[in-house]
């Protein structure tokens, strides 16, 4: 009987091994199934990450060729507005050169003065139909927005801050100062 007991405590590290080899077993099968689990999710995540990259390289192409495109476009548009002028200007360079053919084949003033009076109606009718327009000023009072003030005169048949003369005509585009009108105003005493 002695050997017996003797046995069975022999039994109980053998199974306490046989436990600690089973739960390692078990833990190293947890621990292998949590590295293919983390494995699976850093290769999800590296495809995800490739694809964003691949996304952005396409996006910053696609946004190299829109400025190319757009560069283009303003390009031509130039292009097309100087063209425009040009040939709107073509005209207005024949009238001048009739203008100072007659005046030479007639030794005529007046013919040479009907011939520029003509012509800068030309001009002002183009750029009339560019939307281009003069500033009104004599008689106005000074507006700062409209008018370049480069004198001050005594006078008592304008009221004080109106303008007087123009030295150079203003004009607008669209009812956009282009060029401010540069005049004399009217100062009171």
Same mark, same amino acid.
């Given at each position: 009987? /002695?050997?017996? /007991?003797?046995?069975e405590t +022999? #039994?109980? !590290?053998i199974?306490?091994?046989?436990?600690a080899?089973?739960e390692?077993?078990t833990?190293?099968? &947890?621990?292998?199934?949590?590295?293919?689990?983390?494995?699976?999710?850093?290769? #999800? =995540?590296?495809?995800?990450?490739r &694809?964003?990259?691949?996304? @952005?390289? +396409?996006?910053?192409?696609?946004?190299?060729?829109?400025? /190319?495109?757009?560069?283009? &476009?303003t390009?031509?548009a130039c292009d097309?507005?100087?063209?425009?002028?040009?040939?709107?200007?073509? !005209?207005i360079?024949?009238?001048?050169?009739?203008?100072?053919?007659?005046?030479? &084949?007639?030794?005529? @003033?007046?013919?040479?003065?009907?011939?520029?009076?003509?012509? =800068? +109606?030309?001009?002002?009718?183009? =750029?009339?139909?560019?939307g281009?327009?003069a500033?009104?000023?004599?008689?106005?009072e000074?507006?700062p927005?409209?008018?370049?003030?480069?004198?001050?005169?005594?006078?008592?048949? @304008? !009221?004080?801050?109106?303008?007087?003369?123009?030295?150079? #005509?203003? @004009?607008?585009?669209?009812? /956009?100062v =282009?060029r401010p009108? +540069?005049?004399?105003?009217?100062m009171s005493?």
């Open positions: 009987m /002695k050997r017996h /007991k003797e046995d +022999r #039994k109980v !590290p199974e306490a091994g046989e436990n080899e089973q390692r077993s833990q190293e099968e &947890e621990v292998s199934a949590d590295m293919e689990a983390l494995q699976t999710e850093i290769e #999800k =995540l590296q495809a995800s990450a &694809e964003a990259h691949d996304q @952005y390289v +396409r996006t910053l192409a696609d946004f190299d060729n829109f400025r /190319k495109r757009q560069r283009e &476009e390009a031509r097309f507005a100087r063209v425009e002028v040009i040939s709107a200007l073509l !005209p360079i024949d009238n001048f050169e009739r203008s100072v053919q007659a005046a030479e &084949e007639q030794h005529s @003033y007046d013919a040479l003065v009907e011939g520029v009076s003509l012509t =800068l +109606r030309g001009f002002h009718d183009m =750029l009339a139909g560019q281009v327009e500033i009104e000023s004599v008689g106005q000074f507006n927005e409209l008018h370049e003030a480069l004198m001050r005169v005594d006078t008592g048949e @304008y !009221p004080d801050n109106t303008v007087v003369d123009e030295l150079e #005509k203003g @004009y607008t585009l669209n009812g /956009k =282009l009108a +540069r005049v004399r105003v009217a005493d």
